[in-house]
T-cell receptor
């Protein structure tokens, strides 16, 4: 069975440009998370979905970040415009119960 | 954001040695999870703990959910070079809409062959 799939693996953009990340969770997992991981830190939650509903987006910087999970399966995380401080690894995870499984992440570099 | 207190921050051990790391929190968690992350990869789930006092093994790995529900430890026995990586603990509260995983800052493990 395929795990959580994310794309792209790497992205380099100039500041003020938009960027989008895509995630396909494990089949049947209703819960989907987006995390951001800065260098030398553990992942920090940005947003959590239960099916297509965002049930926890308290940590999402809503002035520039947006996310959607149409049809309750795939999800997209967008940043517009990107800032230098957004450089990080963006991780998607999904779960059926309390155990979350992560994708490989997208490493974003903003220059 | 809130993070757990994970220690040690890093460890250097010889192949074959046992290693122990732990996480503590000022808050109670209902679930403790331990992950391993290799460079350039996402965290991989090693062990999940769901009950206070629970002791669970996965091969050479053993983890326990503390009785107070505020701590957990992970032991690795007879370490091998492929154990190298960053180990993260994560605690989760459940109930209502609060299923957020809170991560520690990680323990960097280096195994000298």
């Amino acid at each position: 069975e395929a795990g959580v799939v994310q794309s792209p693996r790497y992205k380099i953009i100039e500041k003020k440009q938009p960027v989008a990340f895509w995630c396909n969770p494990i089949s049947g997992h209703n819960t989907l998370y987006w995390y951001r991981q800065n260098l030398g830190q553990g992942p920090e939650l940005l947003i959590r979905y239960e099916n297509e509903e965002a049930v926890d987006d308290s940590q999402l910087p809503k002035d520039r970040f947006s996310a959607e999970r149409l049809k309750g399966v795939d999800s997209t995380l967008k940043i517009q415009p990107a800032e230098l401080g957004d450089s990080a690894v963006y991780l998607c995870a999904s779960s059926l119960d309390n155990s979350a499984f992560f994708g490989q992440g997208t490493r974003l570099t903003v220059v | 954001g809130q993070q757990l207190n994970q220690s040690p921050q890093s460890m250097f051990i010889q192949e074959g040695e046992d290693v122990s790391m732990n996480c503590t929190s000022s808050s109670i968690f209902n679930t403790w999870l331990w992950y391993k992350q290799d460079p350039g990869e996402g965290p991989v789930l090693l062990i999940a703990l769901y009950k206070a006092g629970e002791l669970t093994s996965n091969g050479r790995l053993t983890a326990q959910f503390g009785i107070t529900r505020k701590d957990s430890f992970l032991n690795i026995s007879a370490s091998i070079p492929s154990d190298v990586g960053i180990y993260f603990c994560a605690g989760q509260r459940s109930g209502g809409s609060n299923y957020k995983l809170t991560f520690g800052k990680g323990t960097l493990l280096t195994v000298n062959p």
